[in-house]
Structure formats: structure tokens, C-alpha cells
């Protein structure tokens, strides 16, 4: 993985000791809440429901043992004992004191972390593919890219008072597991005919109150062209975005005001303005780059395991845990592990710092000394030996992290919602837990197949409920929390924007509501094979409107 | 409507409540409880200039009523920031015993629903 030279490190410690000041004002009254909360909010701190929250970026999903242990120490020392793991790869403390942030931020920078860029109208932290590097399906690792994209984007001067938000991500696999179309740049690494590096370009994705999946606006961009590409967008919209109306001012309603075309040629034409070799992107820097990211040597072993299969034969719970949660590795002998961190009846993406501990160890022990954070606020164990899968398997089990339900109904996004957030309209946590328990990690769940249930508290959509197959968006209705459906949304390289199937459920029915959903979907399912969203691909909303609305003659359920 | 004024507290970020004391409490159930518009107007007045002398940042009035005989913010938001999570009832005001007495509930499943 990629290491700070010495103009990172110091880059790094300015920038605490700059905060440190910063803070210092702040409490001694020389700076107003006014002043100060561009500043604390570039470094990452929000003033939340119940206390100040510190979202700390992990690039690109990557850490080492060492970070995951500093993690857990600063959820020890300084908030409550756990943390949370975010659909941006980031992790959130809860409750963190003001006073605390400086020294939180130094002990960051010992392990080369930081929390710049996390908020603010600035280019956030760079999320890619969380199989990054060992996915049996990828062209190329896309956090080489990601990792030029911080370096470059980090204080940007120009980009640093942008109109809104701005989030980039970057895949690098066949099958798109960074939900590139949720996002304002979208990056998609491919090969031309020539077999020559470059990029499909994605511009103006992003769900919250108005949902859009990104449009193409290049078939091929070479990798040495990336920076210079990207800037021209940035340019067109730092100009162009609208700034007297925070809800219109992200790049997909320029997108959608301006046309398709409209702005694709102002992007070309600002890219083919400018002095192509100001930003050029030399094959060497990519080099260099790329060798922090070059894959551990990785002893030769057989493609099956005895000891897996003689596992698998005696032990149900482990057979589950194989089939749900290990996948192949682009390394016959070894295997990529998710960590669920849905235990049924948790709150997913909550981990506590003795977990995290048991993390970072199992990474050093098994996993060469690597932790990847999901989207989907799981972790993974990149490169697991399948031999050591056993071992591996009742470490986490005994910290209570061997749940076997990735992709399954229960591996489900929650934002952090009315529990936490001051934005919130609804509660979303306990809604995930109750269809986990609901549904259970045993056959039933088994039985339903992959099926990805995402949920937001408000219109925001951190729980990117509209690319749910089901999507759940909590709202606010004369009081009480209410649940809108959606149907039919996807994340992945056939991305849609789910439909609203109709009027919201109470708090007391949604789950019911997803029950009805799920069992009229297991009810028309041509076989097992055919999973949710192909379901409902094939046969839309109105069979899944007849179960929830006309069979319980137009009541909430 | 009886209203209470509420801020977060500079240093640490700590949900308090205004006291009849005009100083700030952890607890909801210290919160000086404001009969009229008039009263809270004075209070939020008074926190204002606590954010002023950088005490506490971002004071609001928030709305209460009886519930159970007992005084309770009317907002689900509101109950939720005065106690804690509801998913986690070892976290926040509800335990350290400063939440208001009758606090937000856990949603309890429906059972019976003809569909």
C-alpha cells in the first residue's frame, strides 16, 4: 500500500498543528462558531445530534494493521469504544470532545492518516473497488489511480471552495462494485483496442434528493490525460455550478440543466484549451505509484484446501460462512474474506475496538498485514490462504465477526440516521436490525438469494437506498417516522435508480412491507437461479403494488 | 406550548439544557420548563449570550409536553438527542440517568396485519 514520504508526513503535521490553532481559537473565543466551522468541517468534524462526530478518510478502503489499531485506540481513548464504517469507506467516532480533535489528529498522523477532505465543498476521500488488487475479474488496480487523485486533490486551491461536495470514484474490475454512477466523476479503467490503460468517464451521478446516474461523457480517456481531464470538469463546474441554491448545486442538476451533450463539449473544450503538459501524467509517476500497490509475493498452494473441505463437511455454520462470504482470489490457494459487520441484530458498520483489534491482528497473522472498508461498511481480509480459512474463520467467530451473510438480505446499508445524525428525518438503524432478525442468517435467508436492501433516514441518501434492490428512505410524516419504498435499483454495472412502488409505511410495517416484497418475489421467481433484481427486472412494479396495496385494500398493510 | 432551551456545549459537543439557574445541565430533567412564548424568548435571549461568551454554540427552544406526568421533548429528534441512541441504551444521557423519564420507545414489531 502506499507510504508517506517525507513531503506527505509533513504535509500531514502542518495541517494538525494548523487545526491545533485552530481549535485553540476557537476555544479561547477568537474565533466565532461562524469562523471556525469551514475549519472544522474541512478536517472532517461535524457537530452531530448528541456530540461533535470525526469522519476519518481511509483511502481507497485500504489499511494496514497498524491503522486499524491506531482506530481502535482512538475509539478507546477518546469516544465510546467502537466506531463506524461508512458507504464512503470512511470511519465516523460519535463522540469525540472538541478539545480532543488536535491530539486525535496527531495520533492519525502517526499512522499516516488523516481526516482532510472528509467534508466541505471539496473533492472527498476517493473510494474504489474494495477488491482492489485481488478480484479475479480486474483490468487493472484503480487505487494507483485513487492515490494520485488524493495526492492531486488534497488543498487543491482551486478546488477547495467548490459549489458543493465532489466525489470521485475509481474501478477497476469487469463488474463495478464502486457504484461509480452514484457519483460526480465516475471512473471506470479500461483497455482500448491498442491494449493500452485508460479510463470510461462518468460525470454528474448522485443520489440524495435528486437522484441521477452518471452519463458518459468518454468512451476512452488515456491515463496520462486523467488529471488534466479531470480538472477541466472541475473547472466547468467550479464556474458553472450553481451556487445560490445548495440543493441545486451539485454537478448532475449542471448535468441535467445543461444537457448531456451541452457539457461534454464544455469539458472537451477546457481540456483541449489548456497546456497538456501542465497536468500530463508521465507512465513513471503512474510506475512509482503503482509499486506501493504491487501484490504481496504470494506463496504457491494448491486451488483446494483438505482442511477447508473436511471443515466444511462437519460444520454447517462454517459451509454458510464459506459460501456467503469467501471468494475467489485472482491467486489459486487463496481467497478474499469479508468480515460482516452486520451481525444480525448489530448496527451495520459498527465495530467495536476490540473487534477492530481482532481485525488488525487476523490481517497481520493471515492477510499480509492488509484490512480493506467496503461501501458496503463490511471489512475484508484481502489475501487469505485458504488453508489458514479455518483459523481464520473461528478468530472472528470469537469476536463475533463471523457472520455468513454477506450479500445476502441482511448484509444491509444503514446510514447512521435518527440515532446519530442531525439531518435525519427517521431512525434507519432499527429497521435494519429488525429485517435482519426478521429473516435471520439461517435457510430462510439462504433461500432468498443475493438481495441488497439499503437504507437512508432522510432524503440525503448516505444509505444509498435509491441503488437498493430495496431501498428504504425514512421520512418525517405530522410526527412520526415514515418509510418510502423503492424497487428495482442497482449499484453495479447495470446501475438504475430504484422506482417508488407507492404510498410510505409506518415504522411498525416496513418490515412487514419488505416481507411482502421478498415473499411475492420468491413467489414469481422462474427458480432459484433468477435473483430479485432480475425478478423484477423481468416483471416490474405492479405484482409487488398488488401484494402491498390491493390485497390489504389500500391500508398501510 | 412549554418549551425548554437546549445548546451543545462548546468544548465537548455535550447536549445541555437551560437551568431555572440560567446555568447549563447534562440532565433534560434539570431544564427550566417555559410556560409562555415571552419566557422563551428570554431564555433563548440568555443563551445566545452564553454562545456569545463561547459556552455553548448552536441554542434553540424546543417544544415539550406531559407525557405520563412527566416532562418530554414532543419530537421524536429531540426525545432521541435528550436521552441517546435508542439502539444502543448504554450510550448518551439515558446512562448516566439524565434522560427525561419517559423517553423514546423501541419500535415494537406489528403481529397482527391482515394483508
Known sequence: ??????????????????????????????????????????????????????????????????????????????????????????????????????????ELAKVEMHAIQTSGNCIRNVTADHYAGVADDEIADPRPYAEILRQWSSLHPEFSFLPRKFKIAVNGARHDRAVIQAHDIGLQVVRNDAGELGFTVYVG??????????????DFLPERDLLGYIEAILRVYNLEGRRDNKYKARIKILMHEKSLDTLR???EAEFSARDRKLLDLPAEEVARVRAFFAPPELEAKKPVSDRVERRKGKDARFASFFAANVRPHRQPGYVVVTVSLKAIGAPPGDASADQMDAVADLAEDYSHDEVRVSHEQNLVLPYVALDDLPAVYDRLASVGLAEPNAGQISDIIACPGLDYCALATARSIPIAQRIAQKFGDGARAKSVGPLKIKISGCINACGHHHVGHIGILGLERAGEETYQITLGGSGDETAAIGQIVGPGFSSENVVLAVETIVETYMGLRLGEEETFLEAFRRVGLAPFKEALYERSAGQDI | MPDVVTASRLADGVVVFLTAERDWSEDFNRAAVLADAAASVAALARAKEDEEQNLVVDAYVVAVEIRNGHVVPKALREAIRAAGPTIRRDLGKQAEGHAPL?????????EHVSL
Open chain 1, 1 to 106: 500500500m502506499y507510504h508517506y514520504d517525507d513531503f506527505d508526513q509533513a504535509f500531514v503535521a502542518a495541517r494538525v498543528e494548523q487545526f491545533r490553532d485552530q481549535v485553540a481559537r476557537r476555544l479561547s473565543g477568537e474565533l466565532t462558531e461562524e469562523q471556525f466551522r469551514p475549519h472544522r468541517l474541512m478536517n472532517g468534524l461535524y457537530l452531530q445530534l448528541h456530540c461533535y462526530m470525526l469522519r476519518i478518510a481511509v483511502p481507497y478502503g485500504t489499511l494496514n494493521s497498524r491503522q486499524m489499531r491506531k482506530l481502535a485506540e482512538i475509539a478507546r481513548r477518546y469516544d465510546r469504544g467502537y466506531g463506524h464504517f461508512t458507504t464512503r469507506q470512511n470511519i465516523q467516532f460519535n463522540w469525540p470532545a472538541l478539545k480532543d480533535t488536535p491530539d486525535i489528529l496527531a
Open chain 1, 205 to 218: 451521478g448522485g443520489l440524495g434528493r435528486t437522484p441521477f446516474l452518471g452519463r458518459k461523457v468518454r
Open chain 1, 265 to 267: 463539449a464544455e469539458i
Open chain 2, 102 to 110: 419517559s423517553g423514546p420507545t423501541a419500535v415494537v414489531e406489528a
